[in-house]
């Protein structure tokens, strides 16, 4: 169900430190909601509730801030509790809490594809199961997940990232269908590169990969307020002409869109002697 007013919703925004999560926060304080940043930085998160305290001094809504590792079920319980306490509502939840890595699939730790699937798929997945229980109870909520370009398309050196997102996405979807009739939306949302700290992030190992970053998080948490008040249901924002390009490709013709992102990688790796 769409969410049309933000004033006195009580609103969580996981990852909400920085990044999509805090440009994300920032706007629903100003559209006056009362704001629950949950993030596992504790230091990050205490600046984050001081710079929405300081943009906005005179809108009446709370800010509570919640030390959550959304890989942990129980720590997100406890969030969501936390966040039952400022209303007694769960209006709305917006799950941002993700990481980036990348590397050829034979060099790429196991280890950090597993840290990568807890975040990006197991904390969405916790995020919501402790989230849903008070919104059917209510009859109403609206839920936000973040996916990425990178769950409508395949990106060589993103093989382990695309896998968590396109899981995303695929949750996303079956949620959606299980959720019918009970008044609780879902909106996933699917952006290109953004200008966040993931993007300059050390195990991003962004050489080989074309990056042209055209999205700001204030842009994204616009576009995510409004989808939420439309009710919209996939949000995709790829202002990047080959990305959406691609995409398109994906959905009609995903052999020729395969064939196309490996000539592409390959050119690059290999270059044609002078």
Not at 1 to 14: I, S, Y
Not at 73 to 97: K, P, W
Not at 134 to 147: A, E, K, N, T
């Amino acid at each position: 169900m769409a969410l049309d007013d933000f004033a006195g919703a009580a609103a969580v925004v996981t990852g909400g430190a920085s990044g999509i999560g805090l440009a994300t926060a920032t706007a629903l304080r100003a559209a006056g909601a009362h704001v629950v940043l949950a993030d596992v930085n504790a230091a990050g998160l205490r600046g984050a509730a001081e710079r929405l305290r300081a943009d906005a001094p005179d809108v009446a809504g709370q800010i509570v801030t919640a030390v959550t590792d959304v890989t942990d079920l129980a720590s997100v319980g406890e969030m969501t509790r936390q966040a039952l306490g400022v209303t007694g509502r769960l209006d709305l939840v917006i799950a941002c809490a993700g990481i980036g890595r990348g590397g050829a699939v034979e060099t790429f730790p196991a280890a950090e594809m597993e840290a990568m699937m807890r975040v990006n798929f197991m904390g969405i997945y916790h995020t919501v199961q402790a989230a849903l229980p008070p919104m059917r109870q209510q009859g109403r909520g609206h839920i936000v997940l973040l996916s990425s370009v990178a769950g409508k398309l395949g990106a060589p050196l993103l093989s382990g990232y695309c896998a968590t997102k396109w899981a995303v996405r695929g949750f996303a979807i079956a949620l959606r269908s299980e959720l019918y009739g009970t008044g609780v939306g879902v909106t996933t949302v699917y952006p290109a590169w953004v200008d966040t700290p993931m993007v300059g992030a050390e195990g991003l190992q962004t050489e080989g990969l074309q990056i042209e970053v055209l999205l700001k998080p204030e842009q994204v948490a616009a576009a995510i307020l409004g989808a939420v008040r439309a009710g919209q249901r996939d949000l995709t924002l790829a202002p990047n002409p080959d990305i959406a390009r691609l995409i398109e490709l994906t959905r009609d013709d995903p052999d020729q869109a395969e064939d196309r992102a490996g000539k592409a990688y390959y050119r690059r790796t290999h270059p044609q002697p002078a």
